[in-house]
Antibody, heavy 122, light 111 residues
Framework: EVQLVQSGAEVKKPGESLKISCKGS????????IGWVRQMPGKGLEWMGI????????RYSPSFQGQVTISADKSISTAYLQWSSLKASDTAMYYC???????????????WGQGTLVTVSS | QSALTQPASVSGSPGQSITISCTGT?????????VSWYQQHPGKAPKLMIY???NRPSGVSNRFSGSKSGNTASLTISGLQAEDEADYYC???????????FGTGTKVTVL
């Protein structure tokens, strides 16, 4: 079974750093792009960026460029989303998802991870 | 890049058919056959329902169908069931530097 399992919920203070993870299993992790999607409380889905674990080619939505860093460790089939200095406005649910096709035929995200809730509060 | 436009809510009675629209531009929905639809139940992760405008992934009910005309894509749910009550999001590839864009989301209510 193809699965993406994300790390657990986090509670952080403004200014702190954070790295959340997304571990893939049941498929060739290096052969599919992994995307990250934000969902703020009560709001819709926003595409943040995407990485190809095979060669770490990474693309960002302009809205998130410079705000987050996406990386991957193919040796452990895990993708990451990290912040160097969190803000209260980063409070949201974050999902990773596998892109079924090439970068230019998406987004066709399937499956999705279960989500990681990040709460940033002083 | 603005989000694709969806109606905030759509409702129908059990057994009826409903259609959710997703309006973009010639730079996204109208320019490419890379429109997907996702279903999200409260507190759950989204689930892919339709990809490449009208293709259903394995395991998705054939009550769900997708189409596109010009800059507007549509998701039709036929034979509406209580379990279809959820939020639905469209998405598309875009020629802008954003690569991908999601719709504003539609809440489907089964009366």
């Amino acid at each position: 079974e193809v699965q993406l399992v994300q790390s657990g919920a986090e509670v952080k203070k403004p200014g702190e750093s954070l790295k959340i993870s997304c571990k893939g299993s049941g498929y060739s992790f290096t052969s599919y792009w992994i995307g990250w999607v934000r969902q703020m409380p009560g709001k819709g889905l926003e595409w943040m960026g995407i990485i190809y674990p095979g060669d770490s080619d990474t693309r960002y939505s302009p809205s998130f460029q410079g705000q987050v860093t996406i990386s991957a460790d193919k040796s452990i089939s895990t993708a990451y989303l990290q912040w160097s200095s969190l803000k209260a406005s980063d409070t949201a649910m974050y999902y990773c998802a596998r892109q079924l096709g090439s970068l230019l035929t998406g987004p066709t995200f399937d499956p999705w991870g279960q989500g990681t809730l990040v709460t940033v509060s002083s | 890049q603005s989000a694709l436009t969806q109606p905030a809510s759509v409702s129908g009675s059990p057994g009826q058919s409903i259609t959710i629209s997703c309006t973009g531009t010639s730079s996204d929905v109208g320019g490419y056959n890379y429109v997907s639809w996702y279903q999200q139940h409260p507190g759950k992760a989204p689930k892919l329902m339709i990809y490449d405008v009208s293709n259903r992934p394995s395991g998705v009910s054939n009550r769900f169908s997708g189409s596109k005309s010009g800059n507007t894509a549509s998701l039709t749910i036929s034979g509406l069931q209580a379990e279809d009550e959820a939020d639905y999001y469209c998405s598309s590839y875009t020629s802008s530097s954003t690569f991908y864009v999601f719709g504003t989301g539609t809440k489907v209510t089964v009366l």
